[in-house]
């Protein structure tokens, strides 16, 4: 069997940003700082940039490397990562430190930006027209419900971890190296799909306030091309560039024309409830059940989306300067508000429209011009152009984050880890997901993003409940291996049950037997959980009823990923298969050599 060289033989250069001991056989020589090393131009792209680890150094290190993927991939599979390699050694990588500019003020603001303008004006008119009816303010309901718990998860490790990562960085010190990748790929396929949908329907709104029969018109059809896929949107395409150009000039610039725009929508949006009641008639609220309750949780399921965004808030962790305090301010406070207005927002729409005349690209716009108000259509459509404007810099934020966290664990190349000195910005990271996001955006319509996108974002926080509950039960080294089977035990007793009753409520044509049965599993999952002592405590500020609302969060993802359609399932099962793939003969073998160069460092640190 061929062997790799060593990384002795392979790393000298100076543009390697493994640290390693000189050329001396002394193994009391210290390590180089990459603080000390002199500073490179941000501007280059180089292969020792891209791809710095031994394994890829050349063929034949490449075909050894592969000959290992078995043995590599059983070592990394459970491999955990700690609070402090997420916090210190992993910045190392981006050679200059984000800016902690950040208060509680902007990260409710850019909550607020984000998750209002990729929700309310781009998903509500398409699930109540057809799925839920007037019933999609129970929808919102019930989404938000489970968008708050999963808030409260988010919550409690961004004050304890505050890095870039996020979900990423929380589930590989958690769940595993292995886990962390699935959810990183699946981050970073929502966050170019969720930016393509915003893009799609930024261009739809535009449209709708010149000819509100045809919000396409501004699209080009392309006949040879699939359903689907054949109406080219070149505006949403150029959208996205400029929205993400702006986010790469600075993130405190970003955040205050972020606020300045969510405060002048959030008093458009009080106007637009206002002449919604006074215009709206309760007669269009009949039927409220039209597809009965399957139509509320299959439109749960996908306004899921609306409350998408915070997830992007908690990776600005690393750039607030008092995580404790700035960052439940401002998840929390703002979820529970954005809540709210979600439901009065859905309830005015299907009182001003019957649910069947409503235009499931532009809604509220459209609604405004059937009800007679022809000039609220402009206004409403500059609205939710400003809502959608905000996401979109508030996305751009977040996803940057993301990919740079990513990038820094090596799981893709550490070139998109380097934040640039002057703005502060990993522009790399978001040049990455701007250009996928946008080639996305110009071919593929709004239906057939906002299906993949929800099963991603709702199989990650239902990961970061399962995080929770390790964190505060499993402590390697401190655990029994008794403590260990119990703890598995319960939660796969929680997890089976709500498959359980997602499975029954997928087939079953009416009963509740199977519901009850489900729920009690559920239930004695939980407290079993419950009567096991914790592990660990929260240090400053922890979810309360802990195992109960991270349990009952488990269930409701699970739920509503059930809720989603055949083909969601096909399409994740297809991106989650080219991931793994990539992981197979890439991620693994990156990951790896970046783990034993870690290794050596404290090796040859302790003599």
């Given amino acids: ?84 390699n997420e916090l210190v050694n992993l910045r190392r990588e981006s050679q200059n430190p984000m800016s902690k500019c950040l208060t509680w003020w902007d990260l409710m603001w850019m909550s607020f930006g984000s998750v209002v303008g990729s929700g309310i004006f781009v998903i509500t008119g398409q699930e109540a027209r057809n799925h839920a009816g007037p019933s999609i303010v129970l929808s919102y309901a019930v989404s938000g419900f489970s968008a708050l718990l999963s808030v409260l998860c988010y919550t409690e490790f ?25 959810a990183a790929g699946n981050i970073l396929l929502e966050g170019i799909v969720g930016a393509a949908g915003l893009g799609r329907s930024w261009s739809s709104y535009f449209a709708s306030m010149f000819n509100s029969n045809n919000p396409d018109f501004l699209r080009i059809r392309i006949e040879g091309f699939a359903e689907g896929f054949n109406l080219l949107d ?91 305090r700035d960052i439940p301010i401002g998840l929390v406070g703002s979820m529970s508000m954005i809540t709210v207005v979600y439901c009065l927002m859905a309830l005015v729409l299907t009182m ?27 206004l409403v459509s500059i609205c939710a152009l400003k809502g959608m ?30 934040v640039h000195p002057k703005t502060g910005t990993p522009i790399y990271a978001t040049l990455l997901i701007t250009t996928l996001s946008s080639i996305v955006a110009l071919f593929s319509s709004l239906d057939v993003l906002s299906s993949v996108f929800s099963f991603s974002t709702l199989l990650i926080f239902m990961l970061m409940a399962v995080a929770l509950l390790v964190r505060r039960y499993y402590v390697s080294g401190v655990s029994t291996r008794s403590s260990l089977v119990k703890f598995v035990t319960c939660l796969c007793t929680i997890i089976g049950s709500a498959i359980g009753v997602t499975v029954f409520w997928s087939t079953s044509k009416g009963g509740y037997v199977g519901y009850v049965v489900g729920v009690v599993v559920w239930f004695l999952g939980t407290l079993g959980l419950a009567l096991l002592p914790k592990q660990r405590a929260a240090k400053v500020w922890g979810v309360p009823v802990v195992p109960w609302l991270p349990a009952l969060s488990i269930g409701m993802n699970v739920f509503l990923i059930g809720s989603l359609g055949y083909v969601a399932f096909l399409r994740f099962f297809i991106c989650s298969g080219v991931m793994v793939l990539y992981y197979l003969f890439v991620g693994v073998h990156a990951t790896h050599d970046m783990a034993n160069q870690k290794l050596g460092e404290t090796n040859v640190a302790l003599g």
């Avoid at 725009?261 to 059940?289: C, D, E, Q, R």
């Avoid at 001003?352 to 402009?378: C, E, H, L």
């Fill in 389 to 418: 404007t905000t996401s979109l810099l508030v996305g751009s934020l977040g996803q940057g984050r993301y990919t740079t966290q990513i990038a820094r664990s090596h799981m893709i190349p550490p070139w998109f880890a380097l």
């Fill in 234 to 324: 070149p505006l949403a395409f150029v959208v996205l560039w400029v929205a993400n150009t702006i986010a790469m000039t600075g993130t405190k610039r970003t955040s205050l024309l972020n606020w300045i725009s969510s405060i002048v929508s959030a008093l458009m949006i009080v106007f637009i409830i206002i002449v919604g009641f006074i215009h709206g008639k309760t007669s269009n609220l009949t039927p409220f059940f039209p597809y009965g309750a399957e139509g509320v949780f299959n439109a749960a399921a996908v306004v899921y989306w609306s409350y998408t965004g915070f997830d992007m808030v908690a990776t600005m962790a690393e750039e607030t300067k008092k995580p404790s």
């Fill in 352 to 378: 001003m429209v019957n649910y069947t005349r409503i235009d499931p690209d532009a809604a509220y716009s459209v609604a405004f011009a059937q009800i007679g108000m022809n000039w609220g259509k402009y």
């Fill in 1 to 84: 069997m061929p062997q790799i060289p060593s990384s002795r033989d392979l790393i000298k250069s100076a543009d390697s940003p493994f640290l390693l001991p000189s050329d001396s056989d002394d193994p009391t020589t210290p390590l180089m700082d990459p603080a000390d090393a002199p500073q490179k131009s941000y501007w280059r792209w180089s292969k020792q940039d891209f791809f710095p680890e031994p394994s890829f150094q050349n063929c034949s290190a490449y075909r050894a490397a592969l000959s290992q993927t078995g043995r590599r991939f059983k070592e990394r599979l459970l491999s955990r990562s700690s609070d402090d």
């Fill in 158 to 182: 961004a004050v304890e971890i505050p890095v870039a990562g996020g979900s990423f960085s929380f589930l590989r010190i958690e769940l595993g190296d292995f886990v962390a990748f699935l």
